[in-house]
């Protein structure tokens, strides 16, 4: 897929992608040698999916309920670590 395609696919700007390919961390599957750069679609989505964390979101509706709080996070955060996922954590207190 060409780079516009691909950078619509990660939700980014085909200039984020040539810096990637400048710092090594994202290679283009091939380059023509006019400089056209195509991606495969295969290895964008493991990249996508390393790159972004996975959000979790904790809430409860009052400030009596921090235990709640704490034990929701606390599931959350095994269940990604279970999966080998990384996790960025959202908390909220009404």
Not at 19 to 24: D, I
Not at 61 to 66: A, M
């Amino acid at each position: 897929m060409k780079i516009g395609e691909a950078a619509r696919l990660l939700g980014t700007d085909p200039i984020t992608l040539r810096k990637s390919e400048n710092t090594g961390e994202l290679l283009p599957a091939r380059k023509t040698k006019g400089g056209a750069r195509y991606y495969d679609v295969s290895e964008l989505m493991g990249y996508s999916n390393e790159a972004a964390p996975t959000l979790c979101y904790c809430r409860v509706s009052g400030h009596d309920q921090k235990p709640d709080l704490d034990r929701q996070q606390e599931l959350l955060e095994a269940c990604c670590s279970a999966k080998g996922w990384r996790t960025q954590v959202i908390r909220k207190n009404a």
